[in-house]
């Protein structure tokens, strides 16, 4: 974390106008009682299964929808087809390309047995909506409160004069930076989220996934700040912490070193509270 040399301890220094001794404590104007800037610059967040939900789970979906093609696997069975679709090598460079059609097809049809191709575009449409998803509790305000913790702190000059000097940070860059194909934009549009990101570095668009570099690097270079003072949240401890930390960003895993989006904030806002 940059610092900006200023000590939370209360000030003295010798007023020449006045000729007395004036006690200063160091002021945030935009966050009362809080006095250090944040202990980093930028928050990247992995999309499914961090900063959203499916509104219901993935297996029940895909057991109802396929009741009419005559699917007979159980919501188990499919959760145990879904996880193996994922766990195999990809033959293709990306996943998630484009649509990522060709990837989903492959689950669908992995996880329920079933290839039939209404019943794999039903789920897809499916997907591709807003109220398919749900955003974690407490994301949207915490995220909002990151983005409005720019301040100002007020310094005691212990020049000649009485006058004050101040030093400024900004607000926190966001990014979403995820594995996901052409249907994400929408979703986060449709759950009036994307507005809340600086920017939204999404795999199909860029051509890499996580864990590789490049699509860290690129959050970086969009938010405009160094890997140093950014941390990114996700739930993969191979594609969010390994990825992360190989370029120099620290890495939260999701549920495991953080619970919650106003534990990210706080972990962010209240950096003295928490080991970094």
């Not at 860059?173 to 920017?199: G, K, M, T």
């Not at 860290?216 to 912490?241: I, N, S």
Request: net charge positive; aromatic share 12%; proline share 6%.
């Amino acid at each position: 974390m940059a610092s900006f040399g200023v000590s939370p301890r209360w000030k003295v220094g010798l007023c020449n106008r006045h000729k007395r001794r004036q006690w200063v404590r160091p002021v945030s104007c935009s966050s009362p009682g809080k006095n250090s800037p944040p202990a980093y610059r930028a928050l990247l967040v992995d999309v499914g299964g961090t900063l959203l939900e499916t509104s219901q789970p993935v297996p029940q979906v895909y057991a109802s929808f396929g009741s009419k093609y005559g699917i007979q696997a159980d919501a188990d069975a499919i959760k145990k087809g879904f996880k193996k679709a994922f766990s195999e090598p990809w033959p293709e460079r990306l996943r998630y390309e484009g649509d990522g059609r060709r990837f989903w097809k492959y689950a669908v049809a992995t996880a329920t047995g079933c290839d039939n191709d209404d019943y794999f575009e039903e789920l897809y449409q499916y997907f591709g909506r807003g109220d398919a998803w749900k955003l974690v509790d407490g994301a949207e305000r915490a995220l909002k409160d990151l983005r409005g913790a720019g301040g100002k702190l007020i310094l005691f000059s212990l020049g000649r004069s009485c006058d004050f000097s101040r030093a400024f940070w900004p607000p926190v860059q966001l990014a979403v930076v995820s594995n996901f194909d052409s249907r994400l934009r929408p979703i986060l549009a449709e759950l009036n989220i994307s507005d809340v990101f600086d920017a939204l570095v999404i795999s199909s668009e860029i051509g890499h996934e996580k864990p590789a570099k490049e699509i860290f690097l690129t959050a970086l270079d969009e938010l405009g700040v160094q890997a140093r003072d950014t941390v990114h949240v996700g739930d993969d401890p191979v594609a969010d912490k390994q990825g992360a930390n190989a370029v120099g960003i620290d890495a939260w895993l999701w549920k495991k070193e953080v619970k919650s989006f106003e534990e990210i904030k706080d972990r962010i806002l209240v950096p003295t509270s928490f080991p970094k």
